[in-house]
């Protein structure tokens, strides 16, 4: 079984910025997709970002474009462990941050995006910008 643990959520003033981390266990994530969904009320889960192995020191990684720029996921998989730093915040950056993974290889970008495709998940944390 895995678990994911989301932590570093909070309260920030708009411009300012956080890192998110999810740490894993139960089996190590180095050539599964990590990715980070967020959902804000009264809204769908949307996809935030997603990264995956693809040899060597290289990772791939999208990115929604509300958030293309100002947040970057990375990972540690010495720790098990994948980041979202996110800086630049904007108020509606408000909501429910998630993070997921998924023990398969994602081949496309609509695949990286898909919640579907993505077999465990965190309980979520909370990050809330002020204007």
């Known amino acids: 079984q895995v678990q994911l643990a989301e932590s570093g959520g909070g309260l920030v003033q708009a411009g300012g910025s956080l890192r998110l981390s999810c740490a894993a266990s139960g089996r190590t994530f180095s050539s599964a997709a990590m990715g980070w969904f967020r959902q804000a009320p009264g809204k769908e889960r949307e996809f935030v970002t997603a990264?995956?192995?693809?040899?060597?020191?290289?990772?791939?990684?999208y990115y929604a474009d509300s958030v293309k720029g100002r947040f970057t996921i990375s990972r540690d998989d010495a720790k098990n462990t994948v980041y979202l730093q996110m800086n630049s915040l904007k108020p509606e950056d408000t909501a429910i941050y998630y993070c997921?993974?998924?023990?398969?290889?994602?081949?496309?970008?609509?695949?990286?995006?898909?919640?579907?495709?993505?077999?465990?998940w965190g309980q979520g944390t909370q990050v809330t910008v002020s204007s």
């Open positions: 997921a993974g998924s023990p398969r290889r994602l081949y496309s970008r609509l695949e990286y995006e898909s919640p579907y495709e993505y077999d465990y």
């Open positions: 990264t995956t192995w693809t040899g060597g020191i290289t990772y791939l990684a």
